[in-house]
């Protein structure tokens, strides 16, 4: 068991390994203070933090929604809430055009009414993003909630405290580790969304060319800048999922009242 | 737990061996790497090819030629391959993976793609300045992007794309969506995407002839086969091919 352990450790430690290898160290600093690659990062950085605020806005509740009340269709819900995880971002991206284009189901009142145009702008990434990014954080806050004794909350509401006053005094911090590792997942798989951006927001330095479209385009002309941003992006996600450590198995029952 | 260890060993060298012995004597196998805009004439082709050599059977790699070179630069095991610009066979020829000199076999010229019918009646490439108007490119690193930077030169014309698509394919899927409103694509591309898009020609003096070149790779274990196969892309039924799909053809 322990050889098939290894196994899997070197499969997933050898690529990084390669891209190590190979990355040209001697010219980091070039690469990293060219304009390009700041403004790239910049916007990588400003979308992916609203769509961490947008998912955790609108994602909690519907984890709540999804744990707590038990109402016909709940599953196909659930489903339906986590389906861009295993769509291939592409076809997300081409879904993403028939509802919010401009000729899209919805996209075209926004277009008609409002003169709202998502796609090829900075809005049309975070709409890719939360597409593919905010089922994280469902998933992970609706099974902390699961998790959850919901006796002390009947025990508080028994006492007289408001729903939002227990929502906000127990129920919220008895979450809090799954929420904070729901929004760093759905924050770093943001951060590294290529297919649905690409496809739906378009590619424009400054406008919607985030992180990974700037390296996956610059392997064609400049594989030495693709390696050093790939692994700046290997880098900031490492360091988001080992802070993470093991918050998102589920360890927050017994953080409440230890 | 050793059983459980061994017995997935077993699997793993059965799946190994089993994919080694799948190489079957009696036909020999041809892998052509082949730009993606020349996938529905190849496959045309190709399927003419193994009516004439049944013996021979075909699998193609259909991607962008900068793809190709990089994957065959990285090892890809391919026996021809057929590339939309001579740049990106040069990387092939320099790194010394190319058995002789490359050929060239057709050509290609560049339309714009506009939405179907033409709703903005596009005529001419001064028109793509129009302000509102969503034109979509590729960088200039991608070959139809050099390509349409070319044709905005010589045409005199500066043009503030909406967004630089990964490849031509990413162009047209737009425009036939009607999310962006035009691009200058392959005409051969048109031709294929039928009716979904409409297609306006650009004046012969300022377009763009891109050319195709296809050349045996110098690790093939078929190169008859491979040689029979870039004959018959030169022979009068396949040139009748190529130019029945848009391409343009080379004096023979």
Same mark, same amino acid.
């Given at each position: ?72 269709? @709940?599953?196909? %819900?659930?489903?339906?809430? *986590? +389906?861009?995880?295993?769509? =291939?971002?592409? !076809?997300? $991206? #081409? /879904? &993403? ?65 408001? @729903?939002?006053? %227990?929502?906000?005094?127990? *129920? +919220?911090?008895?979450?809090? =580790?799954?929420? !904070?590792? $729901? #929004? /760093? &997942? ?73 | ?252």
């Amino acid at each position: 068991m322990l050889v098939l352990a290894g196994i899997s450790v070197a499969f997933f430690a050898l690529p990084f390994a390669g891209l190590i290898w190979r990355a040209p160290w001697s010219k980091v600093t070039d690469i990293l203070s060219e304009k390009s690659v700041g403004t790239a990062l910049w916007l990588s950085l400003e979308t992916s933090l609203i769509t961490a605020l947008i998912s955790c806005i609108f994602g909690v509740p519907l984890a709540l929604l999804l744990a707590r009340v038990n109402f016909p269709g @709940r599953s196909f %819900v659930r489903a339906l809430a *986590t +389906l861009s995880m295993v769509l =291939p971002p592409v !076809v997300g $991206g #081409v /879904a &993403l055009f028939f509802s919010f284009g401009r000729r899209g189901l919805f996209g075209q009142y926004l277009n008609d009414w409002f003169g709202i145009r998502l796609p090829f702008t900075t809005a049309g990434v975070v709409i890719a993003q939360c597409f593919v990014a905010m089922p994280f954080l469902v998933l992970t806050v609706e099974a902390a909630i699961r998790q959850l004794d919901s006796r002390y909350e009947d025990a508080a509401r028994t006492l007289g405290a408001s @729903r939002l006053y %227990v929502f906000r005094r127990i *129920t +919220l911090p008895s979450i809090k =580790p799954a929420l !904070v590792a $729901g #929004v /760093a &997942l759905a924050w770093a798989r943001a951060l590294g969304e290529f297919g649905a951006t690409i496809t739906f927001a378009g590619n424009l330095p400054g406008t919607t060319q985030t992180m990974p479209l700037a390296t996956y385009l610059a392997l064609e002309s400049n594989p030495e800048a693709a390696l050093i941003l790939s692994m700046l992006m290997i880098t900031v996600s490492f360091v988001v999922l080992v802070g993470l450590r093991d918050r998102w198995l589920g360890r927050q029952r017994n953080d409440l009242f230890s | 737990m050793r059983r459980f260890v061994s017995s997935v060993m077993v699997l793993i060298l059965g799946l190994i061996f089993a994919g080694c012995a799948s190489a079957d004597d009696t036909t020999t196998s041809l892998h052509i790497a082949a730009a993606s805009s020349l996938t529905e004439v190849f496959n045309e082709i190709g399927a003419q090819f193994m009516r004439d050599n049944p013996d021979i059977a075909i699998t193609f790699n259909f991607a962008s030629s900068s793809d190709l070179a990089l994957q065959i630069s990285q090892g890809l095991p391919a026996d021809v391959f057929a590339s939309a610009d001579v740049k990106n066979m040069a990387k092939v020829t320099d790194a010394g993976l190319l058995e002789g000199q490359p050929t060239a076999f057709a050509t290609n010229s560049l339309e714009i793609v506009v939405e179907k019918g033409n709703p903005l009646h596009i005529v001419s490439l001064a028109q793509l300045t129009t302000p509102g108007l969503l034109f979509v490119t590729c960088p200039i690193e991608v070959p139809i992007g050099r390509y349409t930077a070319e044709v905005l030169r010589n045409a005199g014309v500066t043009v503030t794309p909406a967004s630089l698509e990964e490849n031509a394919k990413g162009i047209l899927t737009k425009v036939t969506l009607g999310e962006a409103d035009a691009g200058i694509v392959y005409r051969t591309d048109i031709l294929a995407a039928g009716s979904s898009v409409t297609g306006v020609p650009i004046a012969d003096k300022i377009n763009v002839n891109p050319l195709y070149v296809v050349g045996t790779l110098r690790d093939s274990h078929a190169k008859e086969a491979t040689q029979r196969f870039i004959d018959l892309l030169n022979s009068d039924q396949g040139r009748e091919k190529l130019s029945k799909f848009g391409f343009g053809l080379l004096p023979a």
